[in-house]
């Protein structure tokens, strides 16, 4: 079974531009999640999804950050403008059921 | 709201050495709780999970058991490896949070031969 497809692993652009992240979860899991892990720290829940639904998106900075999840499979992460507090690995996962989660590999974000 | 108190790291062991890397959590109900572990370069993976008082999650040598009197789930293994070199995180899914995981800070192992 294929597991959570995240691209691009690694990114590194300047404060104010604009970046994306791209994240194919697992076949037929209807949740998806997108976690902030600051270095050092334990994995923040930015956004949730139930197939194309929002269902918790409280600690999204909204006025930089936005998600949207297509057709209920693919979800796109895009951050604009950013800033250098945005450095941090950006974690896709899914589910199908219940509390227990699949990550992906993460996308790693420097912002000079 | 929810939260997960994890050990502070780094954690440095010999191989063979008894590990205990402690965890508490503050939550309203019966959430379940979790193990998750990041090898270097890769994703996190769960490791082991308990949904009820008194389960005792296992899995590759590691226990841990979810105690309701001492809100715990400290994680332990006999003999580690210099393998199971890796950050191991802490995580709880509440009744109130939709299948949300919290996690805790993490805990940094390194396991020298």
Request: proline residues 5%.
């Amino acid at each position: 079974e294929a597991g959570v497809a995240q691209s691009p692993r690694y990114k590194i652009i300047e404060k104010r531009q604009s970046v994306a992240f791209w994240c194919n979860p697992i076949s037929g899991h209807a949740t998806l999640y997108w976690y902030q892990q600051i270095l050092g720290q334990g994995p923040k829940l930015l956004i949730q999804f139930q197939n194309n639904g929002v269902v918790d998106d409280s600690q999204l900075p909204k006025d930089r950050f936005s998600a949207e999840r297509l057709k209920g499979v693919d979800s796109t992460l895009k951050i604009q403008p950013a800033k250098l507090e945005d450095s941090a690995v950006y974690l896709c996962a899914s589910s199908p059921q219940g509390p227990e989660l699949f990550f992906g590999e993460g996308s790693r974000l420097t912002v000079l | 709201g929810d939260s997960v108190t994890q050990m502070e790291g780094p954690v440095t062991l010999s191989e063979e050495a008894f590990l205990t890397i402690n965890c508490t959590y503050t939550a309203t109900g019966y959430p379940s709780l979790f193990w998750y572990v990041q090898y270097p370069g890769e994703g996190l993976q769960l490791l082991l999970k308990a949904t009820k008082a008194d389960d005792k999650g296992s899995n590759k040598g590691f226990e841990a058991t979810y105690r309701k009197e001492t809100t715990s789930f400290h994680l332990e293994k006999g003999s580690v490896q210099v393998s199971d070199s890796a950050v191991y995180f802490c995580a709880l899914s509440g009744q109130s949070s939709a299948r949300q995981l919290t996690f805790g800070s993490g805990t940094q192992l390194t396991v020298l031969p």
